[in-house]
């Protein structure tokens, strides 16, 4: 069993960053790849980003490409760590944003076994 908790949302104004981090704890003896995904009010939730298992490969839905980036860090006492950077927000990257680990990196949510709670983003505009 992994899990995944979700940190670093909050309020900020259009224009400007955020830091999401996704720590896994549990049975992470191997390196999950990791998703992003968000869901705002009365929507379904989207893919936003992902990044594979050796942090080679990332993915990135169209509506953050050049904005967002994914990363994980590779070191041995934090490489459980995924983070989303997120500049230039606007508000409609409103949203819950959940980490989601799995087994292979990709933009389906049916990749990834294992959710976060999610931590809300609020851009105001």
């Known amino acids: 069993q992994v899990q995944l908790v979700e940190s670093g949302g909050g309020l900020v104004q259009t224009g400007g960053s955020l830091r999401l981090s996704c720590a896994a704890s549990?049975?992470?003896?191997?390196?999950?790849?990791v998703g992003w995904f968000r869901q705002a009010p009365g929507k379904e939730r989207e893919f936003v980003s992902a990044?594979?298992?050796?942090?080679?490969?990332?993915?990135?839905?169209d509506s953050v490409k050049g904005r967002f980036a994914i990363s994980r860090d590779s070191r041995d006492n934090v490489k459980n760590m995924v983070y989303l950077q997120m500049n230039s927000l606007k508000p409609e990257d409103t949203a819950v944003y959940y980490c989601?680990?799995?087994?292979?990196?990709?933009?389906?949510?049916?990749?990834?076994?294992?959710w976060g709670q999610g931590t809300q983003v609020t851009v105001s505009s």
């Open positions: 549990g049975r992470t003896s191997s390196n999950y790849a």
């Open positions: 990044i594979s298992r050796n942090g080679g490969t990332a993915y990135y839905a």
């Open positions: 989601a680990a799995g087994d292979s990196a990709g933009t389906g949510s049916g990749l990834y076994h294992y």
